[in-house]
């Protein structure tokens, strides 16, 4: 591989990684001179946020249990008053990227510094990505000081993940580096830690589907999901993230099965164009073609591999290809809405990839 000219641009946070970190929590939040915390969480979590705001004894101010998928914009109102009230001076998120995703918009508004603690795969917290949904349209935007400031990165948090959500959330993640590798800004950096995360994430995970308790898998997919979440935050997002953005905003897919059903599909439709990351992805999943790979990952594993089988109705395909086809995000190769249609079709049946 030759290297050609490239743009890289650091996004920094302090990362506490490994088993038990969690115990570093209130040496991270005195790092940031932090007084009074609110604690951020789903409903499903609020045991554990309660437990951290116990392990931080008057520091912590409240815990608000409510975080849910696409971040509402009533309950960032809600997050922010509790927060002015209170006068906190922090923000922690305990939880995926729900939680993650509440407390970045408080912080596109406020400037409030954001402690990460991540529980699924998903990445977002080393993203500048955040998402706001209003009167049921989910705007999106880049802003760096959405950036958590700290994250602990504690595979024992992960241990309580369902296992089929464990390993649909690792390929999600997969699904970020994957793409990354054929980003239009991609570099050399980012291409190493995309392969490494790809790698660590599909040797971990049909361990974490075979024993969820492992810890030692549990570390190597949290490992691999911090350097993903990397990549997705660094370059830009092709037609795979297109469509799934597209099939959780309008058609209300859950977000990480989406991920793991489309991504063979979508790398298949950009196999040709994309070759060196093709045979990257290969290498990292130790197979000889990365779509059939990652659906093979996906099927014997136990995971869903059809729209069908996650809601998503036959009558709907035509609007959601056009939709996807209607403002698409770059991509090594045309979009042509009879091919994505075809590609939403073989998702919906959960037929194997095309071949190339
Ligand atoms: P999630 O945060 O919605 O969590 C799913 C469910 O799993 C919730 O009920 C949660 O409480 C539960 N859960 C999480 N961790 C758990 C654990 N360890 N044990 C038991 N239960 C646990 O799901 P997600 O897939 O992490 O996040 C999806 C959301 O994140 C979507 O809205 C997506 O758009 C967003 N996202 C944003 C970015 C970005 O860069 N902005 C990146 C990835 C995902």
């Not at 007084?35 to 045991?47: G, N």
């Not at 949290?222 to 350097?227: D, E, I, N, R, V």
């Not at 793991?260 to 990257?280: D, F, G, Q």
Request: glycine share 8%.
């Amino acid at each position: 591989m030759s290297i050609s000219d490239f743009v890289y641009s650091a996004h920094a946070a302090r990362v506490v990684f490994g088993a038990g970190s969690l115990q570093y929590l209130e040496r991270e939040v005195l790092n940031l001179n932090a007084e009074r915390v609110l604690i951020l969480c789903s409903p499903e979590q609020r045991a554990a946020g309660e437990e951290l705001a116990s392990r931080l004894g008057s520091r912590a101010i409240a815990v608000f249990a409510h975080a849910a998928m696409h971040v509402p914009i009533e309950l960032v109102s809600e997050a922010q008053e509790l927060a002015r009230a209170q006068r906190a001076d922090c923000v922690i998120t305990f939880g995926g990227g729900s939680a993650i995703g509440l407390g970045k918009a408080m912080a596109q508004k406020s400037d409030l510094p954001i402690l990460a603690i991540p529980t699924t795969y998903a990445g977002s917290e080393m993203t500048p990505i955040y998402g706001i949904t209003e009167g049921g349209v989910k705007r999106t935007g880049t802003d760096k000081r959405v950036l958590p400031k700290t994250v602990i990165y504690d595979p024992e948090l992960t241990l309580t993940l369902p296992t089929q959500l464990s390993l649909t959330s690792g390929i999600n993640a997969i699904a970020h580096a994957a793409e990354a590798l054929y980003a239009r800004e991609a570099n050399p950096v980012i291409s190493l830690l995309a392969e490494e995360g790809i790698a660590a994430l599909a040797r971990a995970l049909p361990k974490v589907t075979a024993q969820p308790d492992n810890i030692a898998a549990r570390s190597d997919a949290l490992y691999g999901a911090w350097l993903c979440g990397i990549a997705l935050g660094s370059v830009g997002m092709a037609l795979h993230h297109k469509l799934c953005h597209t099939l959780g905003g309008s058609f209300d897919l859950p977000h990480a099965a989406t991920h793991t059903i489309v991504l063979p599909h979508a790398l298949a439709y950009n196999a040709s164009a994309a070759p060196e990351a093709m045979k990257r992805i290969a290498r990292a999943i130790r197979h000889d073609n990365a779509a059939t790979g990652l659906y093979d990952l996906a099927r014997v594993n136990g995971a869903p591999v059809a729209l069908k089988d996650i809601g998503m109705k036959d009558g709907d395909l035509d609007r959601a290809a056009r939709l996807a086809c209607a403002s698409p995000y770059w991509n090594p190769c045309e979009i042509e809405y009879a091919e994505v249609r075809a590609l939403l079709q073989a998702a919906f049946d959960g037929t194997p990839p095309r071949r190339n």
